[in-house]
């Protein structure tokens, strides 16, 4: 049986030209800062960015975690738009790593209330904690793959330069938002003081994230990651398939965009099922259930026995992730398989 999987754009797997290319290799001990590939994917991450400095790093989460480390001190406040990743997805690490506590500001599809980050700047006063760090994120999963524009990144940048306080983009997806945006990553990178970006993601490496900013940040990054268990030795191997990564599958992005919009479109007309159009917007499709005698846990069950994966988000809403291994054809296959199975529920 076919299978059509949209769990996650994390299910990718390595071009053949990544399989070469990690096969051949030339390889060091990166700890040592021996590995010519690493350094090679470091240094074009730099050009990509617009940052200085860049590290590989063995996953996002740890990139975000080294990140809120370098840029805070135990018991800073720091400030999360409420529904992203480092707070809902990470285990608590900012907590139990870096010893901050959290404020979560409102937005609408990702994007932060400007006016409430601003009243939640801690004033100098000793019962308070100290506000280090504002964090944003570029797309937003939990909203759907939604983008933030260049001017909202640009209004959050200032405020917080305004008041002494640093900035890191969580930006697992930020080519995605590049695409959507019509923009070069470095414009929407160049908003923060230090950044994060997927490789494994939809751009098809097997493993791996960089983590950019000034000398002074990665520097003291390359200690936090070692203090993580981040630090790898022959890491040239992964990170040659990085390398073809950011050079050859980041235009290709569209297409998962405008796949996601066939995929949306099509469930949004099932009997039982809704999608709010104005959240497509990248490569995340959030369907929701609204039957009352069906719900998404039901319904994933049900669409599994045919071949179709996705991922349950609440007792009410199911996600759909388009990538690499998801044609069009599939997408139209798809949305036969789940009308057909939601009518017969």
């Not at 960089?210 to 040239?236: P, S, V, Y």
């Amino acid at each position: 049986m076919k299978s059509y999987d949209y769990r996650s754009d994390t299910i990718t797997k390595p071009t053949d030209k990544m399989r070469k290319a990690m096969y051949e290799a030339q390889v060091g001990d990166d700890v040592y800062g021996e590995d010519p590939t690493v350094k090679r994917l470091e240094e074009l991450s730099c050009k990509i960015s617009g940052k200085e400095a860049a590290m590989f790093v063995p996953s996002g989460t740890m990139g975000n975690q080294i990140a809120v480390k370098v840029h805070t001190s135990p018991a800073d406040e720091i400030l999360l738009e409420e529904n992203c990743h480092i707070h809902w997805y990470e285990g608590g690490g900012i907590g139990a790593i870096s010893g901050v506590v959290s404020k979560l500001i409102k937005s609408k599809n990702g994007i932060m209330d400007i006016d409430q980050i601003e009243r939640s700047i801690r004033a100098d006063d000793i019962h308070f904690p100290h506000t280090s760090l504002i964090c944003m994120e570029n797309t937003n999963n939990k909203c759907g793959g939604t983008v933030m524009d260049l001017n909202s990144m640009k209004e959050v940048y200032s405020l917080a330069k305004k008041n002494g306080i640093k900035v890191h983009l969580d930006g697992a997806r930020i080519f995605n938002a590049a695409a959507y945006l019509g923009v070069s990553p470095k414009m929407l990178m160049m908003e923060s003081d230090s950044v994060m970006f997927c490789l494994s993601k939809g751009l098809c490496a097997p493993v791996g994230s960089i983590l950019a900013g000034d000398e002074d940040f990665i520097k003291r990054a390359r200690k936090i990651r070692k203090m993580l268990g981040g630090g790898m030795r022959q890491a040239g191997i992964l990170a040659a398939a990085g390398i073809i990564a950011l050079e050859e599958m980041t235009e290709r992005l569209r297409e998962d965009h405008e796949n996601a919009r066939i995929l949306a479109q099509g469930l949004d007309r099932i009997k039982g099922l809704k999608v709010e159009m104005d959240t497509v917007q990248t490569n995340i499709v959030m369907c929701d259930v609204i039957r009352d005698d069906l719900d998404s846990y039901r319904l994933r069950e049900e669409l599994e026995k045919s071949g179709v994966y996705s991922t349950v988000i609440t007792d009410k809403r199911l996600r759909f992730v388009l990538h690499y291994h998801i044609s069009k054809s599939d997408v139209t296959e798809t949305i036969e398989i789940v009308k057909k199975t939601t009518v017969n529920l």
